[in-house]
């Protein structure tokens, strides 16, 4: 069957830090992968997207960068944290003949 | 562009009652719709879609939805609420048209409080 697992469940990061997030997938083969931040509990906003390894779409110009070294693994990071850097984090993918998203169980990132 | 518009933040029922959750939305070609339901501190799980056929879609948990063309609506609805049913639900759309990796434009919530 098809797994996501998305970890560390809780980040507390100070100001000015890198940042590394990883996710990866089971149980399926070339995922279409996203990265969603959640901002106050509510809206997702859409990070980053891939179709294939090393191919990354950027949603919205930000301090954060993805990178997909393997075709199940997809890994979110930022060189230098900022305080608007801190939300609810969460990796998702369907396949290609699917349409419905499964989403990891997120990353609770707390920049200080 | 694609769009979805949850016109309330919050929804509140007695338990037993049928509950109505809103959605609206924008696109230039056949709609793709989704509902997902949130717990606390969790990620998005899946509860049904629209892609074509039958207006009224059933999904998981006895909820159902009722693709509305004519005015662009996806309304989520269960004939009768528990107070499990409490939680965060989110309404989705892709355009049809578009292409790269099925994306999805998600609603801003609606948080779904079932009382006794």
């Known amino acids: ?112 | 562009a694609q769009s979805v518009a949850q016109p309330e933040d919050q929804v509140n029922v007695a338990e037993g009652n049928p509950l109505t959750v809103k959605c609206t939305y924008s696109v230039s070609g056949n709609p793709y719709l989704f509902w997902y339901v949130q717990y606390p501190n969790r990620g998005l799980q899946f509860l049904l879609k629209y892609i074509t056929g039958d207006n009224l879609v059933k999904g998981s948990y006895g909820f159902e939805a009722e693709f509305n063309k004519s005015q662009t609506s996806f309304h989520l609805k269960k004939p009768s609420a528990l107070v499990s049913d409490s939680a965060l639900y989110f309404c989705a759309v892709r355009d049809g048209l578009t292409g790269g990796g099925n994306k999805l434009t998600f609603g801003t919530g609606t948080q779904l409080k079932v009382e006794l």
Do not use: M
Not at chain 1, 60 to 65: A, E, G, I, R, T
């Open chain 1, 1 to 112: 069957s098809q797994t996501i697992h998305q970890w560390p469940a809780t980040l507390v990061q100070p100001v000015g830090s890198p940042l590394s997030l990883e996710c990866t997938v089971e149980g399926t083969s070339n995922p279409n992968l996203y990265w969603y931040r959640q901002a106050a509990g509510r809206g997702l906003q859409l990070l980053f997207y891939s179709v294939g390894i090393g191919q990354i779409s950027s949603e919205v110009p930000q301090n954060l960068s993805a990178s997909r070294p393997q075709d199940r693994q997809f890994i979110l990071s930022s060189k230098k944290l900022l305080l608007s850097d801190s939300g609810f984090y969460l990796c998702a993918f369907n396949r290609e003949v699917e349409e419905k998203l499964f989403f990891g169980s997120g990353t609770q990132l707390s920049v200080l």
